[in-house]
């Protein structure tokens, strides 16, 4: 699976920017597609994760209730909606996949990666 993330890009603080992850060679709807965040000289961070079927959700403590994470299964495309953005949300986002057998929320080892997209919020 070959995955293209876009959408990211400079937003004020309290603005609003949608990631889309797109996936190419295989169906992305037999994956688990999470969404991570590095900021530059911290660890990568888990931000979102949702399953096959989008039966169930997951979301890190840091951007619960600003971010919802959604796929559209026949256009092979996932997408992080961000609300309520502040400076601290600042990162290389990075979509991935991963199959569903052996994946449980909290796992960072995905199969497949993203080349990641820049968000940039202005104070």
């Known amino acids: 699976v070959q995955l293209q993330a876009c959408g990211g890009g400079l937003v004020q603080a309290g603005g609003s920017l949608r990631l889309s992850c797109t996936a190419s060679?295989?169906?992305?709807?037999?994956?688990?597609v999470g969404w991570f965040r590095q900021a530059p000289g911290k660890e990568r961070e888990f931000v979102a994760a949702?399953?096959?079927?989008?039966?169930?959700?997951y979301y890190g403590d840091s951007v619960k209730g600003r971010f919802t994470i959604s796929r559209d299964n026949a256009k092979n495309t996932g997408y992080l909606q961000m609300n309520s953005l502040k400076a601290e949300d600042t990162a290389v986002y990075f979509c991935?996949?991963?199959?569903?057998?052996?994946?449980?929320?909290?796992?960072?080892?995905?199969?497949?990666w993203g080349q990641g997209t820049l968000v940039t919020v202005s104070s």
């Open positions: 060679g295989r169906t992305l709807s037999s994956y688990v």
């Open positions: 991935a996949a991963d199959p569903p057998a052996g994946w449980k929320p909290g796992d960072y080892e995905y199969d497949y």
């Open positions: 949702i399953t096959w079927n989008g039966g169930r959700i």
